[in-house]
């Protein structure tokens, strides 16, 4: 089925979340303030909105878009053992790679939205690349 959908509107039914911690991944405290907005491939195109930091994570059946709405971060992501920064605001876009652990920090009133394969991976500690 073909259906248009409209980000304002889902953006406008999350709860924003403050504090995130990457431990809230787990609890499921941080579930208001995601949505799905679209099944896409094999996983889904999802928005979120919070201040914080997240765990890491990673993507082993593909790449992962990540665009900032609204506000910004600092996603980390390992390349060959190494954390490397990318500061993201408004507007930019970054394309994880396949397999990368990667997190967000000091995220400020940060509306994302995320083109995420499945499955994904979790973890609370520094993973070894």
Same mark, same amino acid.
């Given at each position: 089925?073909?259906?248009? $959908?409209?980000?304002?509107?889902?953006?406008?039914?999350?709860?924003?979340?403050?504090?995130?911690?990457?431990?809230?991944?787990?609890?499921?405290?941080?579930?208001?303030?995601?949505?799905?907005?679209?099944?896409?491939?094999?996983?889904? *195109?999802?928005?979120?909105?919070?201040?914080?930091?997240?765990?890491?994570?990673?993507?082993?059946?593909?790449?992962? *878009?990540?665009?900032?709405?609204?506000?910004?971060?600092?996603?980390?992501?390992?390349?060959?053992?190494?954390?490397?920064? *990318?500061?993201?605001?408004?507007?930019?876009?970054?394309?994880?790679?396949?397999?990368?652990?990667?997190?967000?920090?000091?995220?400020?009133?940060? $509306?994302?939205?995320?083109?995420?394969?499945?499955?994904?991976?979790?973890?609370?500690?520094?993973?070894?690349?």
């Amino acid at each position: 089925m073909i259906e248009k $959908k409209s980000l304002a509107d889902i953006l406008g039914r999350l709860a924003y979340l403050p504090n995130r911690t990457p431990g809230m991944a787990f609890d499921g405290v941080a579930d208001l303030a995601f949505a799905e907005v679209a099944p896409y491939r094999d996983g889904a *195109i999802s928005v979120g909105y919070y201040s914080g930091s997240s765990e890491w994570e990673r993507h082993p059946g593909g790449d992962e *878009i990540v665009m900032a709405l609204e506000g910004s971060t600092t996603v980390i992501v390992l390349v060959e053992g190494e954390q490397r920064r *990318i500061a993201l605001g408004t507007g930019e876009l970054l394309v994880v790679p396949q397999n990368h652990w990667h997190r967000f920090e000091n995220s400020d009133h940060l $509306k994302i939205l995320g083109v995420t394969p499945q499955p994904s991976d979790h973890s609370l500690e520094l993973p070894i690349a």
